[in-house]
């Protein structure tokens, strides 16, 4: 079975927290493969240096002055302590990006966005390599250009890309909520691709979460049996949902 786990970055953020993450995907066997975000990472780095943080549809406006900052953040900080989180855990991680061996190439998204990407293909053969070595690949959500440009990638989206072409059994989305949450705030144990649809149209799913639950459709359509939504800071979670407990929202391709 392969299974890739997306960590969102504001569980990297803290320490004690980024330890038990990885002491979790450490304890695992299989191949499993990872991919980070590192949005609250990114906005704090650019808050420090005077640059504000735009979105569009919950995506994040990349000018050419901030594309070096996405490296810096991405590939750099995040992805290496995540590394030295997971080393120390006991995994034979290995940090990478959408850069290396064509794991993932991309076009730009939008113009209105400047470097953000849409990955176009995506060689899951370094994957295979590292989990049949028994190496954890950690994927920082960056993506190369045919021109050799450098583009920013939305985390979730990268993870889909790179499941969908590894052809991951599973995917799991480790964030900072327990799920999607209905306009009440109460949590939506599944949705079809037309749900998520509908939040993102009437709003109730915005942002963040209108950025994932499309990548987590893209991911459905792209015949990953199984993903699921949660919070990553629940004690065990990620043993506990392949126990098969029903936490957190899992996205279906239908009901029955
Ligand atoms: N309906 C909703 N249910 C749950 N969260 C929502 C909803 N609408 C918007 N959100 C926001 O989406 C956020 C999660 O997306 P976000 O992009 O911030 O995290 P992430 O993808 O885990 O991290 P990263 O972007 O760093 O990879 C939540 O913290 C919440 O503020
Ligand atoms: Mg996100």
Redo the contacts with the bound molecule.
């Keep these: 079975m392969k299974v890739l786990i997306k960590i ?3 569980l990297l953020d803290d320490p004690a927290q980024r330890s038990a993450v990885a002491a979790q995907i450490a304890a695992l066997s299989g191949n499993i493969a990872v991919v ?5 990472q990114m906005t704090r780095y650019l808050d420090e240096r005077g640059v504000e943080s735009r979105f569009v549809n ?1 995506l994040r406006v990349t000018t050419p002055e901030t594309v070096d900052a996405v490296l810096k953040v991405f590939a750099g900080t995040v992805n290496t302590q995540l590394v030295a989180a997971l080393g120390v855990a006991g995994s034979k991680a290995v940090g990478l990006t959408g850069i290396d061996a064509g794991l993932a190439m991309a076009t730009q998204l939008n113009p209105e966005l400047g470097f953000v990407g849409r990955v176009t293909s995506s060689d899951p053969r370094l994957l295979d390599v590292l989990t049949s070595a028994g190496y954890l690949p950690v994927v920082a959500c960056v993506a190369g250009g045919s021109g050799g440009e450098v583009f920013n990638v ?3 989206s990268m993870a889909v890309a790179c499941a969908s072409a590894w052809q991951a059994d599973r995917l799991l ?1 480790l ?3 327990d ?4 306009s009440n705030k109460q949590l939506l144990p599944v949705l079809t691709p037309a749900d998520c649809a509908s ?1 993102i149209a009437t709003g ?9 639950l499309n990548a987590a459709t893209d991911a459905v359509a792209g015949g990953v049996r199984e993903v699921r939504i949660v919070r990553g800071s629940a004690e065990n979670v990620i043993a506990r949902v392949f126990a098969g407990e029903q936490l957190g929202t899992a996205i279906v391709k239908d009901r029955n």
Aim: net charge negative.
């Design positions: 969102g970055g504001s980070h975000g590192g949005g609250k919950g939305n985390g979730d989305f964030t900072d909520v799920g999607v949450l209905d939040l109730v799913a915005s942002g963040g979460m209108q950025a994932k």
